[in-house]
């Protein structure tokens, strides 16, 4: 996806964020609702959690490295509030810029500003859906393309820059098929890991559906019952198991 496509992604959702966020300040049971597929969380913590991150990699791109996450916390107001100042401090931090800028990243390879464009538009896609489903709202569709980048970013970073070891295997592969969207992927299971090709084959197990159906599952956020399953269930069982994002 483009610069200004992520930019636009980024804005939308976080209004969205936004806006469950004043809701939630005007009637405070709200932030006590647990976050749907997310343990542990409640719908104050992931406002916190985004106006945290929010902070954290604005502050990490003034200077040019991860700045200590101790040192961030919420000022002195209303949490709403930080939310808003935070969200316009990421999106003015990276409007405009281009992708090909040398910035610090969590990722190895991709040292670039393009790496915090994606990685920003995308954590506020899937909260600005968590958000809404702990509120109590119907979440707004996400749209096929920005489902499919959603999943590749999973298979290019989350796993194998932050959990490079999990989902190992002897070679059982899984076939995933997005019925609105240019996106296919054959996940191989490794000893040290798993593979990922886009590719179209017949696997021990594949599921069809949506990008979006395929980006909640995959993000541990949907099951694989909105999904056309062939195969070996067993194996889309063990990726909800085993996979947290």
Same mark, same amino acid.
């Given at each position: ?17 936004? &806006? ?12 006590l609702r647990p976050v749907p597929r997310c343990p542990g969380w409640t719908l104050e913590g992931l406002i916190g959690h985004c106006a945290g991150v929010w902070t954290f990699v604005a502050s990490s791109l003034a200077v040019d490295r991860? +700045? ?20 316009? !401090? ?63 970013? +999973? ?6 820059? !932050? ?68 195969? &070996? ?13």
């Amino acid at each position: 996806m483009t610069q200004p496509e992520y930019a636009q992604r980024l804005e939308a959702d976080g209004v969205l964020l936004q &806006d469950v966020a004043v809701r939630a300040e005007a009637m405070p049971a709200r932030w006590l609702r647990p976050v749907p597929r997310c343990p542990g969380w409640t719908l104050e913590g992931l406002i916190g959690h985004c106006a945290g991150v929010w902070t954290f990699v604005a502050s990490s791109l003034a200077v040019d490295r991860a +700045v200590d996450r101790d040192s961030i916390a919420q000022p002195d107001c209303p949490l709403s509030q930080w939310h808003a100042d935070a969200l316009a !401090r990421i999106t003015a931090a990276l409007r405009g810029r281009q992708p090909s800028e040398p910035s610090w990243s969590f990722h190895p390879h991709q040292q670039t500003v393009g790496f915090w464009q994606r990685r920003m538009a995308n954590e506020a896609m899937i909260h600005r859906w968590d958000a809404q489903a702990a509120f109590g709202d119907t979440p707004a569709p996400i749209h096929p393309d920005a489902a499919v980048d959603g999943i590749d970013e +999973v298979f290019e970073f989350f796993l194998p820059v !932050r959990q490079p070891n999990v989902f190992a295997g002897n070679g059982q592969t899984i076939h995933l098929h997005a019925t609105d969207a240019d996106g296919e992927w054959v996940i191989t299971r490794t000893p040290s890991g798993i593979q990922v090709e886009h590719a179209h084959r017949k696997c021990d197990a594949a599921a069809r559906g949506s990008a979006q159906d395929l980006l909640l599952y995959v993000w541990g956020r949907g099951s694989a019952e909105q999904l056309d399953v062939f195969g &070996d269930h067993s194996l889309l069982d063990d990726w909800q198991r085993d996979i947290r994002i």
